[in-house]
């Protein structure tokens, strides 16, 4: 078996040919063009057994996997860190992009359970969605601040409420407000007041766009207590797929709530991670704190391993963990139900 490795660029790939010892066979270099994707699949024909190992950058390597998927090769992803190990074991110094696709080729090879690549679903138009809505609600925040510190000019002691300039009643008694006064200041509030109505309205129809496609794709996430159809939507667009998830075990370790070992001889004990996906690690928070505050199970479980001598903090981290089980096992069942039934989702898409 050949691992072909690849560092990716915006402009050119480079690829080496590694075989099972993890011995350089060859390497090649070609632009990161439909045609040079082409030149590298018959370049790589001379190895009848071979798997592609790419570095996941997904907006670098996202045209390559999918031309190497669409034509049948076995693709693998090998997350960046554990190229820093790789990279520092090679015997020639310095770094270029032969020595990095090296890198990932060697890490492929060591590591035998990296995830599969395959092509894009509806996964990845939820995470586009939510993103840019992400994008524009920091646009609105931010337009919000400075409009504010021209409403202290402005209007002092009759700024709106905390938490209101979303409204459009506050928005269009702004207006009625400012009407009436000429100036710089004013001239640049009414700016903000006009801004901050359009980005409201883009995000509230993003809102629904992606509560529409998040209820298609994940209604047995959407019926645990707690999760929304944000939530849901940004769970489901940062985990790309759950099938590429084996176990639950491992989508609580990619999404840092599940505690780290640090034991050595001694009583085991673990303590609390700070990596994983962190995006996914904020939302199985909420959710926790829902539950708790709404009761049902999620607060029954709290109160129980309050009662076992754990302190809130930890048995918060214990609830989101027990979360994570159950956000696994309803997000299998939504994909499976997917792949049961393509034609309807298709249908209602």
């Known amino acids: ?29 070609v632009a990161a063009t439909a045609d040079g ?12 057994e071979r798997r592609w190992a790419l570095e996941d950058c997904r907006h670098l390597s996202r045209n390559l996997e999918r031309d190497l998927v669409i034509s049948g090769e076995a693709v693998t992803r090998v997350p960046p860190k554990l190229m820093a190990g790789a990279r520092r ?24 359970d ?55 009643v506050v928005l269009a008694e702004l207006e009625r407000q400012l009407a009436p ?17 359009e980005l409201t309205v883009a995000i509230d129809a993003l809102e629904r766009e992606i509560a529409r496609l998040v209820e298609r794709l994940a209604p047995t996430l959407l019926a645990l207590q707690g999760c929304g159809h944000l939530s849901a939507a940004k769970l489901i667009g ?20 599940a505690p780290v070992p640090v034991w050595s001889g001694n009583a085991v004990r673990h303590r609390l991670s700070r990596g994983g996906n962190r995006q996914l690690n904020v939302v199985l928070h909420r959710i926790a704190i829902t539950q708790m505050r709404l009761g049902g199970e999620g607060r029954a479980y709290f109160d129980h391993r309050l009662a076992a001598g754990d302190t809130k903090t930890e048995a918060i ?33």
């Not at 050949?2 to 010892?21: M, N, P």
């Not at 994707?37 to 009848?48: D, F, G, I």
């Open 317 to 349: 981290r214990a609830l989101r963990r027990k979360i994570s089980d159950e956000v696994f096992r309803r997000m299998r069942h939504d994909e499976a139900a997917q792949a049961e039934h393509p034609a309807a989702l298709a249908t209602a898409a």
């Open 1 to 29: 078996m050949v691992i072909l490795g690849a560092d990716l660029h915006k402009r050119s790939h480079t690829v080496v040919a590694i075989d099972e010892t993890g011995r350089s066979l060859a390497e090649k270099t």
């Open 89 to 112: 074991s090679v015997r020639e110094p310095g770094k270029s992009d032969p020595i990095d696709a090296l890198a990932v080729a060697r890490a492929a090879l060591r590591e035998p």
């Open 181 to 197: 006064v000429d100036g710089t200041v004013v001239r640049i509030a009414r700016e903000l007041v006009a801004r901050i109505r």
């Open 37 to 48: 994707h082409l030149e590298l699949r018959r370049w790589a024909a001379r190895w009848p």
């Open 238 to 257: 940062e985990t790309a797929g759950i099938g590429r998830v084996g176990r639950a075990a491992q989508f609580a370790n990619y999404n840092g709530t």
């Open 114 to 168: 990296l995830p599969v690549a395959r092509l894009d679903g509806p996964e990845r138009d939820v995470r586009l969605l939510v993103d840019h809505r992400e994008d524009l609600v920091a646009d609105r925040t931010q337009a919000m601040n400075r409009l504010r510190w021209h409403l202290h000019e402005l209007l002092p002691g009759r700024e709106p409420k905390p938490r209101s300039l979303g409204r459009a």
